[in-house]
Structure formats: structure tokens, C-alpha cells
């Protein structure tokens, strides 16, 4: 009787091999010349090449040129039994000509005699750890190199020689620059604005270019009148020198730069030049992360040059000073501590008041020792061997003049110290006290000292007693919008702080912390305050000194608003580019069933058991379909919003922006008013429709959201487009609502004010909405009154070549369609059976994969038309086209490419390179069928 067959175990050899084809590092063994004589199916995921195709070829010929040298020096190791393994890092060739960091493990193969065989070993994917420990180590280069550089701000004089030399030294060590320069702005005698290299720096073999006298009095807006324009508008200059106009390339190419970056450099709120970085080695552009912290560094510099303006004026204040001293009443003096006491200076005053000249205080450093009333003599050597306690408070002593007679001094004196901290003399005015009352004296002589302290302080300060300001500097009085101090006087400080200051702050007034000041003018600042205590005039006082952070926060809020932005513009349209997918045979599915239902013959009896009649689905598939296309269109809208080319400027349809915005904002809308819309006939205009989308969106949802709810029917928002007599394009959104107070009119672009709830709104719509308009070279203003509605103009530069698209004209004949053979390449197996479906005159066959096709194209290349996915896990169409290319047989020519709207970069910059077509899902069915009609038709002439 017959055995049933029995289950034969794999082998040893089986089971190895199954193991190894699963695993996801490369397994690899070489021949003793070096040639791949194994590799495991990994290598084909990390490669892109076949196994079949890399066996028997050396495999130095994949490995990076500039590691070939380190590969034959681990391999003498090897060789020479130094070692029984090694492991290395090294960059192995793709197919698509770029490299992937592996880390290669090796051993040597030997037979049973020793005799040298081969390798073997493993590949590890290593790119990803190796980017990211490259961007760590990047951004801490960076992070190094500021604060260097403010290591230099904070221990260098300004006024140095050579300053900015020093300071671009640690920005060109961390960018990785070949050079990096200083350009500043400055006026010739005639007024024009002019701009010369000031200070370099350069990288080891890079020709400086410091004293090329082309580089000097270089009149800014004639030579680079683009460069003038942008950083005008606080824009910079990033990108590689080939594509900049031919008018800076003449200037740009001599030097050897291949891509520089330029940013602005603002001093007092006006373009005060600019800090340059060129690329010499490679046309590479500094990418967001690079310009934002080499845009930190440029403004520490623009910081570094107000102070120094700022030195220069305080300089020309201590000549005026010495001009002043020599005719005050009272006598200005410094003592010197350091070396031999003496006499420093002594002003004029010291004759009115004493009858002994200065020259004589400069010959007897004795002489006030001498002339003091001997019961104030210890106060007088206490006043100028410790200035540090003198200082506390103002010291009264008398002296005896020339003539005799004795005169009441008030001193007040402060240490000045070198930078050990040791106190090496005594500056002092002294005031005559004689024919004055003594306390009243005494509060003006204190007022007097600190504001001397206090007035050179560029920070807001003010000095309060009982918690109320007797003190305010010129900073604050600046700060808080008032003319005077007088205006200050008596009132609280907390008076102007938005936020209530804890209880025991509150008892003391010492104010620390961030604080948002409320200006006179209704305008918020944040500062951030320090409050000390101490005695003024006897009694206790409290000192508070503020520095404005205001555009700090601004700034901070901005980049965190803007990253938020760019992620939801990519969840935007990663969600609409999975909703086409679905949505695309949904709508073909349901065309294909109308298609269907239109050849029956209609019922002539009404349906058994009451079931529905062929009307009744005719009626259910068109409500579907039109559902359908309103999805679609939807996320039309969404793919608009969400482009990823926030930077180019085109001629653009404001209508079309208009009516997207409008789809967006529609629930906003409808329950508040209606909407009008007041077409005129306008030009296309020069923006850039995903930034001015955005722009028009926020525009339309203010408008909505300043109409209450209950009234639609009363109210409208109306959108209006014209043409201006200066020939821009005005978009005019005017709502019916409660409009805006007079007081607050002037706000509403101001960051971060708002007069909506909280959580409704965060006060920088308006503001970006000004910020995108202004740098698209427009215009946006608001006329409002309360009670009457708001109105909100655009005015937008028209595009100097407005093209107009010729619409094609339809055909007055159905032309007779030719059969031909159609390859549907989709990911999606429901699309592909929806373009089977629309397509069904022709043969048509389908593959789920990138892989699949190729195999079929490998083994029949008589397509007519081959209907492509674009982005696709295992083998994306760009992979796919350009293997198919390799081929020779011209199958590239019929590839109609499909998407769904969300493309990498790579895929994006491919689609714009070849001629071949591209359809967009949802199909649009006539289209779809013409595009391969003419393919069919093109294949046939050609073979013909």
C-alpha cells in the first residue's frame, strides 16, 4: 500500500539563506580580487542596485572616492593579521549617483591551509544617525560661535581697532564660510548712499579681498539695486551666484564666489549696511536653520555698532561736559588713588569758591587737607581714601578760602574702578552749601547724584519712595510715551504694569520679572525689570530698572507662529492628497454607474414591492456625484492653501484666491451674513497665491467674526475687486459689523493686539497680513466707524505680463477612438480599477506596484500608454521612468504621470524637468481619455 508523502524539513543551506534573505542588513562575501561574490537581498533596499547586477564588480567602484585611501589601509591590516576584523564607516554609491552612510563590519575568509580567500561580513544603514549627529554637531558649531561672539561684545571696547574683524573671526569658524565681510553704510558729501567693505575674514587658501578698491564707496542703490530693494525691506540675500542677475555676477565671479549670503544690518531702526558669507568651495545656500542663527549673530553685530555710535556720542557729551564743568558754579574734581595721590582735575569753580586755582590743586595734592576746618579733616580723608562708603550719601565739609572765610562744600562722590574691581580715584562735585538752607540743598544735591548715575543709563529706570516714582530717566519717560519726567512724578509705577505684582512685591514696589508696560499712548512693551532697595536721601527708596524685550517676544512668537503654519500646511495637504486617492474612484465609480443607468431603457411600470425606478437612481447618483465634486473642490482649496512655494511670485487670479478663501471661511460666514460679491474686470496681479490665500482668508474671518450671530439675513460681507487709477488691483473686503473705535484704529497692525476674547484671537493675523502684502510690494489699509462696519483695502502691483491661457475649443465631432493597450500603475488597486472603468474601449492592464510594472514592461514594451502613480512606497515613478528609460525602447515617451497633490521635492523638481503629461486625481473623465487617445494615436503613427 502507497505511503502518503511526507513534509521534507528544509536543509541547513535552506534555512541559512532564508535567514539571511529576511534580514535587514547586507550580508556580503568578496573574492580574493576584491569582487562581490555574495550579497543579500538588503543590498537592493539600500543601494537601488540588483544583486544581479553588482556580482562579480569590484567594490571599491562603490565606495566613495575620498574613503578609497582608508579602504586600502584596513585592508593591508587585514592582510597582514594585524587584525581579525575591522569596522568601519563609509559612504557606498547609490543608483541614483548619491551615497548612504553604512558601517561596514569585515573578516577574512581563509581556507583550511590559510591561504587568503576573500571577505565576508555586514552593511548597517547608517545615514540617518549620520545626518543627525552632523545637524547636532552644525548646530552647536553655531551655538558656539555666538556666543563667542558676544563673549567679544562683552569684553571688547567698541572703540578697539580692528572690533569688527574680531567679531566676524568666530561667525566664519562656525559657518563653515570661505569668507565672511562687513559692508557699512555710509553718505558721500552729495548724499548718496554708499556702502565699503569695513573688515574680513577668510578661510585658509582664500584670496582676501579687503583692499580691492572696487569694493570701497560702491554707490549701494546704483551697483546692487536688487540688493538695495530687499534688504530695505529687512529681506536677505541667500542663494548660489549662477542664478543671480548678470549685473552681480560681474562683480560676484572675480571674487570666486559660488554662493554667498548677505544679511541686513540695522542700526537705529535704518539699513546700516550688511555682513556677508561666501561659499567659495561649492554652490551650496545656507539652509533656514543656518540663516536664522547667522541672522542672530548679524543682529548682536547691528547691537555692536549702536553702541558703538552710541560711544562716539558719549565721548562728544564728555567734551561738552569739560566745556560745561569749566563754567559751573559748583567745582568738579577727581582725586587719583593709583601711584601718587594727587589731583586729576579740578574745574574752574574751585577758584570762585576757594581762591586757589586748579593749577595750584594740581601742585599741592595736600592742599584740601590744609584748607579743610580741622574738625572735618577725618571726614575729608574718609571721603577720598574710601569713596565706596562716602558714596552712600553726600558729605558736607567746611574749608577755610584764600581770603579767610569759611564755606559750606557738599560733596558727592563715586569710585571709579579698573577692571580687577579696585578703586583707583574719586570723582566729586562739591556745592556750595554757604547761602543756601542745608536741607533743602540736601534733596537736590541727592536728585542731582543719581541722576548723574542714572541718566547715562540707556535702560528705562525710575526711583520710587512710599511706592511712588520722585525719579523717572529719560528712557522711561521714552518708554512709557510721556514729553517730560515732571508728567511722572507722584504717580505709581505699577500704574503702567498690566499684570498685578504678587503681595510682597506689592508692599515694597519691587518690581521683578517680565512685565508688560501699558505706553501712554495704549501701545504694550514687555521689560523686563530688576528692583534693588536702597536709601535716597536718608531714607529708604527703591530703585527699578527695565530693559525693553519687547522685539525679543515678538520674534520668538513668530518663528514658533510660523513653524506652526508650515506644519499645518503639510498636514493639509498630506490630508487632501489622501482624500484624492479614495475620492478619485468614487467619483469615476459613480460616473460609470450614471453612464450605466443612461443606457437603460427606462421602466415603464412602476417597481415591484417598492422598490425604487430608474429616475429615482438617476436622481441619488447625481446628489452623490455632486457631494462628491464639493469634496473635491474643498480640497482643491486645501492643496491652494497649503502650497509649499511660499517664496514665488506669479501672476495670479485674485478672484480665484477670493473664491478659495471664501470655501474655507464658509462656516464662519453663513450664520452671520450674507455674501456679495462685487467682481470688477482687474488684471492678474504679481503675488504669490498661497501667501495672499492667507491674506484674504484672515481678511474674510475678521469680517465674519465682527458680525454677531442671530442675523444673516441683516447683514453682508462684500467683497469688491476694482482698479485703481494708479493702475493696482484693489481687493476691498467691507463688512456690516460693529466696527472699530477711533482710539483703537491706528492699532489694528500692531503685533499682538487684539480685542477679541482670549482664544479667539492671538493679535498677529493683521500684522502678517501687513507683513505678507507689504513684501509683495502692495498696500493695506482699514477705514472703519463704530457702529457702521469696517472696511479693509488691498492694493497689489499688477503682473507686467499678465498670460492669458488660450482655452482649448471643444471639438465639434467625437473623434473615433482607436483600441490600444493601456498599463494603469497605482498603489491604490480601487483608482486603478476606476481608470479601467473610464477606459474600458481599451485593453487595459493593472499593476499595484512600481516593481510589477517594471517586470511587465521588461517583458512587453508594446504599451500605448502607460498611466502613472507619482509617489509610491516601493518604487516611485520618477524610479520607475528612469528605469524604464534605461530600457531604450522610448516607453519613457508614453508615461502619463497621476497625482494626488502632495509631492517631495525631488518629485516636485521632476515633474517640472520632462514633457510627459500629468492628471490629477479626481479624474476628469474626458480628459483622462483624450490624453490617451492621443498617446494611442501618437504610438500608432509612429510604428507606422
Not at 576584491?34 to 543601494?47: F, H, K, Q, V
Not at 549685473?247 to 531702526?269: C, F, K, M, N, T
Not at 507662529?561 to 459613480?590: C, K, Q, W, Y
Amino acid at each position: 500500500m502507497p505511503q502518503p508523502p511526507q513534509d521534507v524539513p528544509p536543509s541547513h543551506e535552506d534555512r541559512y539563506r532564508l535567514v539571511l534573505e529576511n534580514l535587514r542588513e547586507v550580508v556580503f562575501q568578496t573574492d580574493a580580487g576584491g569582487r562581490w561574490s555574495y550579497l543579500s537581498p538588503a543590498w537592493t533596499e539600500l543601494t537601488g542596485f540588483t544583486v544581479e547586477e553588482c556580482l562579480g564588480r569590484k567594490v571599491m567602484d562603490f565606495v566613495h572616492p575620498g574613503e578609497h585611501a582608508h579602504c586600502h589601509e584596513l585592508g593591508r591590516v587585514l592582510l597582514g593579521r594585524r587584525k581579525e576584523h575591522c569596522r568601519q564607516e563609509l559612504r557606498y554609491l547609490t543608483r541614483n549617483g548619491s551615497y548612504r552612510w553604512v558601517e561596514v563590519f569585515t573578516r577574512l575568509l581563509l581556507a583550511e591551509d590559510g591561504t587568503y580567500q576573500g571577505t565576508c561580513g555586514t552593511v548597517n544603514d547608517i545615514t540617518e544617525r549620520r545626518q543627525a549627529t552632523e545637524a547636532l554637531a552644525r548646530r552647536e558649531r553655531y551655538l558656539t560661535g555666538l556666543v563667542e561672539l558676544q563673549q567679544l561684545l562683552l569684553a571688547t571696547g567698541h572703540s578697539e581697532q580692528g572690533f569688527y574683524a574680531r567679531l566676524l573671526t568666530p561667525m566664519g569658524e562656525a559657518s563653515g564660510a570661505s569668507r565672511v565681510y562687513l559692508f557699512e553704510a555710509h553718505r558721500s558729501p552729495s548724499g548718496e548712499q554708499l556702502i565699503s567693505q569695513r573688515a574680513e575674514w577668510c578661510a585658509p587658501g582664500v584670496k582676501p579681498e579687503q583692499d580691492n578698491p572696487a569694493l570701497q564707496e560702491m554707490p549701494f542703490e546704483k551697483a546692487i539695486p536688487r540688493w538695495y530693494e530687499l534688504m530695505s525691506r529687512g529681506q536677505y540675500i541667500n542663494g548660489k551666484v549662477r542664478d543671480f542677475p548678470a549685473e552681480e555676477r560681474e562683480i560676484l565671479e572675480p571674487q570666486g564666489i559660488q554662493s554667498l549670503l548677505a544679511l541686513p544690518l540695522w542700526v537705529h531702526g535704518a539699513l546700516a549696511g550688511f555682513v556677508g558669507f561666501d561659499n567659495c568651495a561649492e554652490a551650496r545656500e545656507w539652509d533656514k536653520l543656518e540663516v536664522d542663527l547667522l541672522a542672530a549673530a548679524a543682529g548682536a553685530i547691528s547691537l555692536a555698532m549702536e553702541h558703538r555710535q552710541s560711544e562716539q556720542a558719549l565721548r562728544e557729551r564728555e567734551q561738552r561736559f569739560r566745556r560745561i564743568a569749566e563754567n559751573a558754579s559748583d567745582v568738579m574734581y577727581r582725586y587719583q588713588l593709583a601711584g601718587v595721590r594727587s589731583f586729576a582735575f579740578v574745574s574752574a569753580g574751585a577758584t570762585r569758591k576757594l581762591g586757589f586755582s586748579p593749577e595750584e590743586h594740581y601742585r599741592n595734592s595736600r592742599l584740601w587737607h590744609e584748607r579743610v576746618h580741622p574738625e572735618d579733616r577725618e571726614a575729608l580723608e574718609r571721603l577720598l581714601e574710601d569713596p565706596r562708603a562716602a558714596a552712600k550719601a553726600p558729605v558736607v565739609l567746611r574749608f577755610i578760602t584764600r581770603s579767610g572765610h569759611t564755606v559750606w562744600l557738599q560733596h558727592v562722590v563715586l569710585p571709579v574702578l579698573d577692571a580687577s574691581g579696585l578703586c583707583v580715584a574719586v570723582d566729586g562735585i562739591a556745592r556750595d552749601l554757604t547761602d543756601r538752607r542745608q536741607v533743602e540743598e540736601a534733596l537736590k544735591l541727592s536728585e542731582a547724584s543719581f541722576r548723574i548715575l542714572l541718566e547715562g543709563v540707556p535702560e528705562p529706570a525710575a526711583i520710587q519712595r512710599d511706592g511712588r516714582i520722585i525719579y523717572a530717566n529719560a528712557a522711561l519717560v521714552a518708554t512709557l510715551g510721556f514729553a517730560n519726567a515732571e508728567e511722572l512724578q507722584d504717580r505709581r509705577l505699577v500704574e503702567f504694569v498690566l499684570e498685578e505684582p504678587p503681595a510682597a512685591a506689592r508692599q515694597r514696589e519691587l518690581l521683578t520679572g517680565e512685565r508688560r508696560l501699558l505706553r501712554r499712548d495704549g501701545k504694550v512693551r514687555m521689560a523686563d525689570f530688576v528692583s534693588l532697595p536702597l536709601l535716597f536721601d536718608g531714607e529708604p527708596a527703591v530703585v527699578s530698572i527695565a530693559r525693553d524685550v519687547t522685539e525679543q517676544r515678538r520674534l520668538q512668537t513668530r518663528l514658533a507662529l510660523a513653524d506652526r503654519l508650515a506644519s499645518m500646511g503639510t498636514l493639509a495637504a498630506g490630508i487632501a492628497h489622501e482624500i484624492n486617492n479614495p475620492l478619485a474612484f468614487v467619483i469615476s465609480n459613480l460616473g460609470f454607474l450614471a453612464d450605466d443607468l443612461r443606457r437603460r431603457p427606462p421602466a415603464s411600470t412602476p417597481e415591484p414591492d417598492g422598490r425604487p425606478s430608474v429616475e429615482e437612481w438617476h436622481t441619488v447618483l447625481g446628489e452623490a456625484r455632486e457631494g462628491a465634486e464639493r469634496v473635491r473642490q474643498i480640497v482643491r482649496q486645501l492643496k491652494t492653501f497649503s502650497r509649499p512655494d511660499e517664496e514665488r511670485v506669479e501672476p495670479v487670479d485674485v478672484h480665484a484666491v477670493l473664491d478659495s478663501a471664501v470655501m474655507l471661511a464658509s462656516n464662519e460666514i453663513r450664520h452671520r451674513a450674507r455674501l456679495v460679491r462685487e467682481y470688477g474686470q482687474v488684471p492678474t496681479a504679481m503675488a504669490n497665491e498661497g501667501r495672499l490665500c492667507q491674506v484674504f482668508l484672515n481678511l474674510v474671518v475678521n469680517a465674519a467674526q465682527a458680525i454677531p450671530e442671530g442675523a444673516a439675513e441683516r447683514n453682508e460681507v462684500r467683497l469688491r475687486t476694482r482698479r485703481s487709477p494708479d493702475g493696482r488691483v484693489v481687493v476691498e473686503v467691507k463688512d456690516s459689523g460693529v466696527g472699530i473705535a477711533p482710539e483703537v484704529l491706528g492699532r489694528v497692525f500692531d503685533p499682538f493686539y487684539t480685542t477679541k476674547p482670549v482664544g479667539v484671537g492671538t493679535g498677529l493675523g493683521l500684522s502678517i497680513c501687513h507683513g505678507i502684502v507689504s513684501s509683495l510690494g502692495g498696500d493695506i489699509s482699514v477705514e472703519s466707524e463704530p457702529g457702521r462696519g469696517t472696511t479693509v483695502k488691498v492694493l497689489l502691483p499688477v503682473a507686467e505680463e499678465a498670460r492669458q491661457v488660450e482655452k482649448p475649443k471643444q471639438a465639434t465631432q467625437t473623434p473615433e477612438t482607436q483600441r490600444g493597450r493601456v498599463l494603469v500603475v497605482d498603489d491604490e488597486p480601487a483608482v486603478g480599477r476606476a481608470l479601467r472603468r473610464i477606459l474600458r474601449e481599451h485593453d487595459v492592464e493593472l499593476a499595484t506596484s512600481g516593481r510589477q510594472a517594471l517586470e511587465k514592461l521588461k517583458a512587453d514594451a508594446s504599451f500605448h500608454a502607460i498611466l502613472c502613480d507619482v509617489m509610491m512606497p516601493d518604487l516611485a515613478g520618477k524610479d520607475l521612468y528612469e528605469a524604464v528609460q534605461g530600457v531604450g525602447a522610448g516607453l519613457e515617451q508614453r508615461f502619463v504621470f497621476v497625482s494626488g497633490g502632495a509631492f517631495t521635492q525631488g518629485a516636485r523638481e521632476f515633474l517640472a524637468r520632462i514633457p510627459n503629461p500629468t492628471l490629477d486625481k479626481p479624474f476628469d473623465e474626458p480628459v483622462v481619455k483624450r490624453v490617451v487617445r492621443e498617446l494611442i494615436r501618437a504610438a500608432s503613427t509612429g510604428a507606422s
